[in-house]
């Protein structure tokens, strides 16, 4: 592996990759053993080509990939330490060495390429859930296609027991669907005719039929999986500076190398050539970085996988690093904290106003927006909205929807929205508790109707655990009133709270704690908090299923919905960063300890194949011992 990368796979290919380093090692132990009972016919030519031979079987890929990288300018690389200083063990006569550290080289790049694929396995689970195949009706006919060739309008048909190719919507009876590939829960989910179901879904029971209306590349799982493809190519800090690190410390390790063995001549009475070559090439095999280079990235790729297994899906390892110096979470309210599932409790007409006519107008407009409210609205109203004619929908951020409905002006939002409009409404209005939609039609106030909502089941263990966890500033922003917005402080635990917001005053209150010097992230489930997401120093998306300019802008998508997985975040984080640290100070140390050893001549290399290959094998082990860690 060249420094800089992540990849380190030039280990022996094939079906058995076992098998070449096997015959090299069973040569090596017979050569070793003829050299120990001198026998006769085993010396010179016969002794070379004997263990030159075990040393090609392992080490031509390693000088091949040394003389590749020179035209791209990577010369100081480990391929080049560790062919100087095979060769040099075989000029000095010294061949068991030289064959045991190509040997022991690749028999560590087996097992770290056992470990990476280990690594992998819970993030390739997630990469295998899309669909290879779809069943679609077109003109009466059932085809068999693949995800790629359906057009937006098909309809899909997936029998129980088989995966949601492409997203949709249900066109026939409920259906039970298990979601649990894409948010790690169990529990299915029972969808009704009309609601969107999610490409990797499984269906549970009956057979569903699915309009679809994305195509392969725009469902919302192609854009998770690109995300996590994505994430391992985003270094971390500490991956960084590794990185230009080790191409600064091997030209350096190559220059002291050839001082051994020239500066020792000038003061040393009984010089010996041989000697100081042999002490260079000790130094050279114990500087290579491999455990370095190896580990590092295995750690934070080892921690990527760990979270993706928890629902938590990072976006890079650098983002890793954030989320455990993060001091300041910001979190919104509804559909992060609570459940975002509102229902209406009360219709409350003007003076002259019918309960219906109120719901049927209002209810049509609000079939133009998403938010939870506004749906709410719409299932409360059920038939009577549909087929009103609706025109001219403007929807004001922060406020609500404006329209003309069956020929009416109708405003349908919050009070700040009848405010905008000059229309006045009863006082009381100000003093009502509950999430309220405040209606105007033709310019005049024409009642309100209240919903509502409820916190998440884990939200009160959230807090809890993120204070325990050293977060020194909670706070909770919302855009609905300021009364709603402190009673679920004051129920969850949260100390400063601030309602009745637009989405820039979000974002001021983010800048705010920025410019103080805190380490903030801003957890979100909706379209609207993208820019907030986008300008904290870590985006969190709460629920990134449901939007996908959540997912784009967001650095963290917590795919269950649960805001208890925003310390798991953070115990994940600190524990690959401690993980990471561990093998940097055990690399450091056993090097330093044997290059002096080395350059005394106390050291053989035998000792250096430890320094080198022991240690990466060590951190290999280590690294990994962040999948079977429990969060």
């Not at 391929?79 to 040997?103: D, N, R």
């Not at 390790?253 to 000790?282: G, I, M, S, T």
């Not at 940097?584 to 080198?612: N, P, R, S």
Request: charged fraction near 20%; include cysteine; charge should be negative.
């Amino acid at each position: 592996m060249s420094f800089g990368q992540d990849d380190h796979n030039h280990g022996p290919l094939g079906e058995n990759p076992y098998l070449i380093p096997g015959v090299s090692l069973v040569l090596l132990l017979v050569g070793i053993g003829l050299d120990y009972y001198d026998a006769g016919f085993f010396a010179g030519y016969v002794r070379l080509a004997w263990y030159g031979v075990a040393f090609l079987l392992v080490g031509w890929k390693v000088m091949k990939a040394a003389i590749l990288s020179i035209p791209s300018g990577n010369v100081f690389n480990e391929f080049l330490l560790m062919s100087i200083a095979t060769l040099g063990a075989f000029a000095i006569g010294e061949y068991p060495e030289g064959v045991a550290v190509m040997l022991f080289y690749t028999i560590g790049e087996l097992f770290q390429d056992a470990a990476v694929n280990r690594a992998k396995r819970s993030i390739q689970a997630l990469l295998n859930i899309q669909a290879t195949e779809v069943r679609v009706v077109r003109a009466g006919q059932s085809l068999v296609l693949d995800p790629k060739e359906v057009v937006l309008g098909d309809i899909m048909e997936v029998r129980p027991g088989e995966q949601v190719a492409l997203d949709g919507t249900l066109q026939n009876s409920a259906a039970s669907f298990n979601t649990s590939a894409l948010t790690g829960e169990s529990v299915p989910q029972t969808k009704q005719p009309g609601e969107t179901v999610l490409a990797g879904m499984i269906n549970q029971e009956t057979l569903a039929q699915i309009l679809v209306t994305a195509g392969f590349a725009d469902t919302k799982l192609s854009k998770i999986l690109a995300m996590v493809q994505d994430a391992v190519g985003r270094k971390a800090k500490t991956q960084q500076f590794i990185t230009r690190f080790a191409r600064v410390y091997t030209p350096i390790v190559v220059a002291l190398a050839a001082l051994l063995v020239l500066v020792p001549y000038f003061v040393v009475q009984d010089y010996v050539f041989r000697e100081w070559l042999y002490r260079a090439l000790v130094f050279l095999v114990i500087a290579c970085p491999c455990a370095l280079v190896i580990s590092i990235p295995l750690g934070y790729f080892g921690g990527i996988g760990a979270a993706s297994k928890a629902g938590i899906l990072f976006k890079g390892s650098n983002f890793l690093d954030l989320m455990r110096e993060i001091n300041t979470v910001v979190l919104d309210k509804t559909g992060t904290l609570t459940q975002g599932v509102f229902s209406v409790q009360q219709v409350r007409p003007a003076a002259g106003i019918e309960p219906a006519h109120l719901l049927r107008l209002v209810g049509a407009l609000e079939t133009k927006s998403t938010h939870p409210i506004a749906k709410a609205v719409v299932a409360h109203v059920g038939e009577a909205a549909v087929g009103v004619a609706v025109e001219n929908v403007e929807e004001i951020a922060g406020h609500g929807l404006r329209g003309r409905v069956e020929g009416h002006d109708v405003l349908a939002g919050n009070a700040r929205l009848l405010s905008k409009y000059s229309v006045a409404y009863p006082a009381e209005i100000d003093e009502v508790v509950d999430s309220i939609v405040v209606a105007a039609i033709d310019g005049q106030y024409a009642g309100y109707i209240t919903v509502a909502d409820s916190p998440k089941e884990d939200a009160a263990r959230a807090v809890q655990e993120l204070k325990a966890d050293g977060i020194s500033k909670l706070v909770m922003l919302s855009g609905d009133k300021d009364s709603i917005t402190q009673q679920v402080a004051r129920q969850l635990g949260i100390d400063e709270a601030h309602g009745s917001l637009l989405p820039e005053d979000k974002a001021r209150y983010v800048q705010q704690y920025l410019a103080e010097g805190r380490r903030v992230a801003f957890v979100g489930d909706g379209v609207n908090d993208a820019p907030v997401v986008a300008l904290a120093d870590v985006g969190i998306a709460m629920g990134g299923l449901g939007s996908d300019a959540t997912i784009e802008t967001a650095d963290v998508v917590i795919q269950t919905d649960h805001p208890s997985k925003i310390a798991t975040a953070r115990r994940i984080a600190r524990a690959t960063h401690s993980v990471v640290w561990q093998n940097i100070w055990l690399a450091f140390i056993v090097k330093g300890i044997v290059l002096a050893l080395g350059a005394g001549g106390l050291a053989t290399m035998w000792e250096a194949v430890f320094a080198d290959v022991g240690v990466a094998l060590l951190a290999i082990l280590n690294a990994v011992r962040i999948q079977r860690m429990k969060f």
